[in-house]
């Protein structure tokens, strides 16, 4: 029998007794803690670790073009508009996106600027939505203003300021509505990516001195300030090179984001980056610039059961800069050779299992605007032997042609240290090179420090890298003569070849200011076919976005062109 106590006050469990009591006991709270197990909803994950390859070398939207920067930007701000992953143009920083249809945007006739009447413009209206900086400030009119004197400033240092240049006022309605007057009317009119900053933090900066702006922007110097940010997410912490951590931004006024935290891991070597996805230590890799292709089909074949894998086509050109003051380089035949010595697609078949096409110029298969007709290279390793004997190069010694003025034609190729793949292509384009008469040293930088010496125009050879462009775009930043990056024009522009030519130069803006579809097509062949033609750039492949995502976090849509997936960070959640 067992013995109880009395007392003015119940215990809430009986004092010892038996074994088989004792055992009952445990087995009815047992039970009563699996009941309350089930009942309880499951907890939300809080933080999502990600992992990417790359670090920004700033965080100005504004200065140099950089994926690793706008992936994470895109989390702490929105641009006006945007591609989404339908490749519809959308606004995100504006209500309603303006059309001529709609009677929210005009074109108009200029003034006579001396140069000749006719001239057509277009105005368009805008509306921004009810956003406000993470220091509470709203965004206004003023910040869209401030941010096109910055683009216009020849001593400003952004990546691109033709895009900013044909505007030509900012007319303000009120604090968010407002018509920009462009200087001529193209297809993409309406097409507005426009990173607005803060004027009332960044505009002092920029008075001060434009030319310094680049080295002074609070972007850079106060980095986790709140006010720098208006998207859903706030950076909060920013470890150089190794990672950076955001938190919900408490002024964002669109749709909650589901987790409280993000954090970015920075894994400049794709090896690290797998390890460390392996070992539970990131819980995804942006499949924009996490694991490589190679990585991820052999990853595939031994983790299906715990990801999802998608192989996004993308309008990414992966390619070979040439630098055109070398006068190694100067003469298209010894750029065409070497294209031909080249063996493309047996790089991509040995790989990438043939998942990257070869890319024969900047314009993807996928785009409407792609011309079959285009001026293909083979590989002809026969063929670019004749060339280079052509161009002059017909002295042979030690396997390493020189010209008549005995110039050994030996060039250095620049890529991003820490890619495998990037790495692995390198070595191939090396050798087969060499097969050739044609002497190939690598060389290898973090992206940072690759990023500003393309801006700098400083590679001397070849320079390896990929541009991420917008569906139906204009290669203008790239190709145009006034693109051309310079010390005078403040290091703005991505024709970092240096390529000139009259041609191409009236092609792209008639492509880009014809409205007829068919019609703008035949500018884009003309595009297409003087590339082909010139090889200011040699083209390597169209590349493939591989998406490993575990199966839990949902909401995560590849779009596969300049607008990544984070634009809409605020939809991706974890299911248990």
């Not at 400083?458 to 775009?473: D, E, H, I, K, R």
Request: hydrophobic letters at 40%.
């Amino acid at each position: 029998m067992c013995r109880t106590r009395t007392a003015t006050m119940p215990f809430l469990f009986p004092t010892p007794c038996s074994a088989t009591v004792r055992a009952m006991i445990l087995r009815l709270l047992s039970l009563l803690l699996a009941l309350s197990a089930l009942a309880a909803p499951a907890r939300a994950k809080d933080e999502l670790v990600l992992g990417m390859n790359q670090s920004p070398s700033t965080w100005n939207p504004l200065i140099s073009a950089m994926l690793a920067k706008s992936l994470i930007s895109n989390m702490t701000a929105r641009p006006l508009t945007a591609y989404d992953a339908n490749s519809r143009l959308v606004c995100l920083a504006c209500t309603e996106l303006p059309t001529i249809e709609n009677g929210k945007a005009r074109v108009i006739d200029l003034p006579d600027d001396g140069k000749g009447a006719g001239k057509k413009g277009i105005e368009i209206d805008f509306e921004l939505r009810d956003l406000r900086w993470g220091d509470g400030v709203p965004v206004t009119v003023k910040d869209v203003a401030f941010t096109i004197d910055v683009g216009k400033h020849p001593l400003s240092g952004v990546a691109s300021s033709d895009g900013y240049t044909r505007i030509l006022k900012v007319d303000a309605k009120d604090d968010r509505r407002f018509t920009l007057t462009v200087d001529r009317v193209t297809y993409d009119y309406n097409a507005m990516g426009l990173s607005l900053l803060p004027a009332h933090i960044e505009k002092p900066i920029f008075d001060a001195n434009p030319a310094e702006y680049r080295n002074k922007t609070a972007y850079d110097t106060d980095s986790t300030n709140p006010g720098l940010g208006f998207g859903p997410f706030r950076k909060v912490e920013i470890v150089p090179g190794s990672r950076v951590t955001l938190e919900r931004n408490p002024t964002w006024t669109g749709q909650a984001p589901h987790f409280k935290r993000i954090v970015v891991k920075i894994f400049e070597n794709t090896a690290s980056l797998e390890a460390n996805l392996l070992s539970g230590n990131i819980d995804y890799a942006l499949g924009e610039l996490g694991l490589s292709l190679d990585q991820t089909l052999a990853f595939e074949k031994r983790h299906k059961a715990k990801y999802d894998f998608i192989y996004k086509p993308a309008l990414i050109y992966e390619h070979m800069d040439t630098m055109l003051d070398n006068k190694l380089l100067a003469d298209r035949r010894v750029r065409q050779a070497i294209l031909m010595a080249i063996d493309r697609k047996a790089i991509s078949d040995k790989l990438f299992e043939g998942k990257q096409p070869v890319a024969e110029g900047p314009i993807s298969p996928l785009d409407p605007m792609f011309d079959p007709t285009t001026r293909r290279y083979p590989y002809d390793p026969a063929a670019a032997r004749k060339l280079l004997d052509e161009a002059g190069f017909t002295d042979i010694r030690s396997g390493v042609r020189y010209n008549a003025q005995g110039e050994r034609f030996s060039i250095d190729m620049t890529t991003t240290a820490g890619n495998r793949v990037r790495e692995l292509v390198a070595q191939v384009i090396q050798s087969q090179l060499r097969q050739v008469g044609v002497e190939l040293r690598i060389k290898t930088d973090p992206p940072r420090i690759f990023s500003e010496s393309l801006n700098r125009r400083q590679f001397t050879g070849l320079a390896m890298f990929a541009w991420v462009q917008s569906p139906g775009g204009v290669p203008r930043t790239i190709l145009k003569s006034t693109e051309i990056p310079s010390a005078a024009n403040g290091w703005s522009g991505q024709n970092y070849s240096g390529y000139k030519n009259a041609d191409m130069d009236r092609a792209l803006d008639a492509a880009e200011r014809e409205l007829d579809v068919e019609k703008r097509r035949g500018y884009f062949a003309d595009i297409q076919r003087l590339y082909a033609e010139d090889l200011p750039v040699l083209p390597l492949f169209f590349r493939v976005d591989p998406f490993v995502i575990p199966k839990q976090l949902k909401g995560v849509v590849p779009t596969g062109h300049l607008n990544s997936s984070t634009l809409w960070i605020e939809q991706w959640r974890w299911e248990e």
